[in-house]
């Protein structure tokens, strides 16, 4: 405990001292709003862009130490969880707190099995866009549109509905995200088979095509769920934090997780592996890296795939999804390009220019390519992040919503504007 720990901070303008409790390693941006606050000035604040150390909430979903490269959900390591559970397992877990029992896990599965279905209109939104859309955006979209087909998810406070809509989400984002493949490819979208497992499910969603039942490769199936699992949640990333402030408003979670699958669309949160696989591309040959890793090292580009602000010795997930790799290629014959990655990764790995900066595979190095060799265009890696990401983004909703202390998200702001300007005639604005 940290009861009587405080900080004592002078205002050298005023003279005059504050002292700040500090909990859980934190002090309060509102006790710093007290310091030198007076009738016509508001006190102090912090400023923070991008929230570097910036405490948004309290939060028991997921724990990170990225000096110890430890990333566990609800308590559980993630090499255990994705060793030994399955995607919805995990979901329950993230959703609810704790693992389920055996007739919880079965309820579950059941739950979000029967609730793959999209009503038919959305299909029709779906068929509307064009041949070339871009699958994010149609998820994005097609996500949002689900609110206007259960109004009732408004109800936010009854814990009922909650628990429905996080049904339907986790159930139809699969649904969603095949037929927005589908889409580009102009090939028929195909409907949900409830009696394949979540994966299986999506797979055959993806790829089924004349033949009665789709049968997917159980190792295909496997190294997707271990995929999923790793993808679940990470705490305060940038989607999260654009879920947690659009639902801040009390919004219904459809909206707020179009949101989160809005953020995630940007290159620099969910674009990563994407990057990766062109650079591998460039490359082409092994023969080509040690001038690759010079400019590197000379600023000129990234090593993508490497290095991550929060893991600074391994990333846990990168460890993982090297073994996924072995077992999806063993299916689909090995992709030229791993024998660059794995060059590239000996070489950096023993160079001093990474070592020293602590530049190391994170998950993004080798997702692209499990994805490729799964025949993934680079526009579906994103939405491949989203679908499982959803149970995380849910947890995260269902913890504010719950949470007393947490209040509409507005922050605030150095204003570096003019004040005070006369309005100019229409004479004077147009003579300039
Ligand atoms: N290649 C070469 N140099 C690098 C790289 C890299 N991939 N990453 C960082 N550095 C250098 C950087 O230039 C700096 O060097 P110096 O001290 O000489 O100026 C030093 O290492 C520290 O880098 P930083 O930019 O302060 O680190 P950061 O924590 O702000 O950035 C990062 C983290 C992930 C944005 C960055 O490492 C990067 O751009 N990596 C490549 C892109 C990538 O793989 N992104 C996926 C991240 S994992 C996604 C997820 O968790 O969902």
Known sequence: MTENHTLTVRDNRTGEEYELPITDGTVRASDFGKIGKTEDEPGLAVYDPGFTNTASTR?????IDGDKGI???????????AEKSTYLEVAYLLI??????REQHDKWVHEITFHTFVHENLKSQLQGFRYDAHPMGMLLSSVGALSTFYPEARNISDPQVRHDQVVRLIAKMPTLGAWSFRHAQGKPYVYPDNELTYTENFLSMLFKMSEQKYNPDPRLAKALEVLFILHADHEQNCSTNAVRSVGSSQVDPYSAVSAGIAALYGPLHGGANEAVLKMLKRIKVPENIPAFIEGVKKGDEKLMGFGHRVYKNFDPR????????????EVTGVNPLLEIAQELERIA????????RKLYP???FYSGL???????PPEMFTVLFAIPRTSGWLAQWIELV???EQKIARPKQIYTGDRQLTFPSAEERWSR
């Open 71 to 81: 990333l566990e959900y609800r308590g559980y390591p993630i090499e255990q969880l």
């Open 402 to 404: 719950d949470d007393k």
């Open 96 to 101: 609810h707190g704790e693992l389920p029992t």
């Open 59 to 63: 939060s028991a979903v997921t724990y």
């Open 370 to 376: 499990i994805y490729e060799a799964l025949q993934f």
């Open 349 to 356: 790995l023993e160079d001093d220019y990474f070592v020293s």
């Open 318 to 329: 990168a460890t993982i999804i090297k073994k996924a790799v072995d077992d999806v290629f």
């Open 362 to 364: 994170n998950v993004d």
